[in-house]
């Protein structure tokens, strides 16, 4: 994708991204994790509905789903980073993409953009992916959080992703056109127009424009042949061994036609069923963060016998 056409669609997309938490809209009627392959496939329908929401209270216990959105709350409260710069760009960006005849100004903009990239680049591009697929597979395989089973299935669905890459028409300006008219779209339906507007978001609303950009990128992605919605429905799940308390699952999607299968381990608490690698992680997270809060607590008072008030 042209980088104009990026940037554009990295702000109107991931403009939620800076709400990123895992949120929710009122919890599915579908959701059942009372088995583990129930588990994996609910999990697999609230992403593709974009309930991010009720993903974090089907995948993590009531006491680690309360602690993470607390979490949440608490980081969006905390002061920003975000400078004036930002600020105005994010604004700058939004209007042009919210304005009154916004695709038919941005396409003028891009088309002679396109022709330009496909005379420099078009030829270059096959060795700039893979360039790229070399690094993301290098972070992949150096990544502290990924299991050697989850890398492999990683990678096999990097490499699915780059041949892909390699076969489509970036700089086709049919599907540029399309593509602008999606990311205008979900500019508006976002309504966000400064980034301090987004901050002060209630967790409610900010989960529901997660949401929303999701949505947008699915329709993103599936005008240049990746289909997202596609995929999560080919999902199937195969049971290799459960004893009750702990599940081993083969679980095998469909990229590009090509089966990407992975083994996950569930683990049962009272009743519901988690995948044991991401409820582990979720409680380190939980535990590091304690630490480190207190370690930034300020030091108790000097001690001072009972009664009598510490020296000044």
Known sequence: MPKALFRLALVALVAAGLLAACGKQPASPTADTRTPEGAVLTATRLLKAGDFDGLAQATLPPQEYQAQRADWEREHLAVSDITDEDRRKFASTMQRLTAPGAEQQLFAQLKPQLAAFEQ??????????GIGQTMLGTAIDQ????TAAQ?????????AL?????GVAWTDPAKAQQAIAVIC?????????????????PYAQAVQKYGLAWQGFKRLTAIYGLDIDQVLDSAKVETLSNDGQTARLKVTYTLFGKPIS????MVQRDGRWYDRDALEARVKA????????ASAAPPAA????AGEPSAQ
Do not use: C, F, H, V
């Open 120 to 129: 420099q680049y078009k030829d270059q591009l096959p060795t700039m992916i």
């Open 143 to 146: 990544s502290a959080d990924l």
């Open 151 to 159: 890398k492999a299935q990683a990678k096999e669905a990097l490499a």
């Open 162 to 166: 780059a041949q892909w890459a390699q």
């Open 185 to 201: 779209d979900t500019a508006r339906r976002l309504d966000l127009k400064s980034l301090d507007q987004a901050r002060a978001l």
């Open 262 to 265: 992975g083994e996950t381990t």
């Open 286 to 293: 939980r535990a590091a963060q304690t630490a480190t809060a």
């Open 302 to 305: 000097a001690n001072a016998p």
